[in-house]
């Protein structure tokens, strides 16, 4: 989209819709190698669980 972020690093572009930014701050992204490839970590302090409604059957 348009009004989405894009940071381009070395390795990895990110996209970042623009509406989920503020929910990024101070947010810690770490890529660990591992045996099977690797493992990304995304930890974000300010970000929200979503609202998710009962379903009555």
Same mark, same amino acid.
């Given at each position: ?19 989920? !930014?503020? *929910?990024?701050? &101070?947010?810690? !992204?770490? *890529?660990?190698? &591992? ?23």
């Amino acid at each position: 989209m348009p009004d989405d972020l894009i940071i381009n690093l070395e390795s990895i572009n990110i996209n970042i819709e623009k509406r989920s !930014v503020p *929910f990024l701050k &101070d947010c810690v !992204v770490n *890529f660990d190698n &591992d045996t099977f490839g690797g493992q990304l970590t995304i930890k974000a302090p300010n970000a929200r669980i979503p609202n998710i409604s009962l379903i009555v059957l």
